[in-house]
């Protein structure tokens, strides 16, 4: 069974995502890391952001196993990743990277920003995780908070509104819901009211697509 959760900055996909993963044993990849490691590569080797031959370099020698998550979270790479993700081959060269992780045997759940609609357009379910802007604002300064950075809320707000426009705008593979995506709005939900939520979503898939899925990919 592959799971696509899409989803804008701060909206809940990822501890989503882990929590269904965890529930459903099956294996989980947050795709923005893979887009936050490449920013990280660049700036380490002192390269611009913008410099598309670099960030392709990077991208192409990136590993699903080394990444230091500690280091790739905040506010810093999360505005250098959503710079990186703009460059269409970028995003050409991590493709077969992740469409090999949702093909594992038994199946997976990737979250990110264009899984629904262009990694993993046949995945059985597709959720598309959304919350208002002032919500999203107040988680990632939480997190930010317990990580221990100075937080500026108005700063924060900003940043999401940009990462939103850069996004959603880009010529290639912008965040939007799949057609067929399950819209879930998380504004007033809590973690596990979220779970419950998504949880619900996935039970609905049909068993004979899920078989049919299945008799398809072998």
Known sequence: MIIAIDGPAASGKGTLARRLAGH???PHLDTGLLYRATARALIEHGHDLADRAAAVSAARSL???NFDETLLRGREMAEAASVVAAIPEVRAALIDMQRSFARRP???VLDGR????????????????????EARATRR????????EKVDYAAVVEDIRKRDERD???STAPLKPATDAVMLDTTKLDVEGAFRAALAIVETVPEQQLTSQTIAST
């Open 114 to 133: 264009d899984i629904g609609t262009v990694i993993c357009p046949e995945a059985d379910c597709k959720i598309f995780v959304t919350a208002s802007d």
């Open 63 to 65: 590993a699903l196993t």
């Open 24 to 26: 459903l044993k099956l």
């Open 141 to 148: 300064a939480l997190e930010l908070r317990g990580r221990g």
């Open 106 to 108: 038994g199946g997976a």
């Open 168 to 170: 959603s705008s880009r």
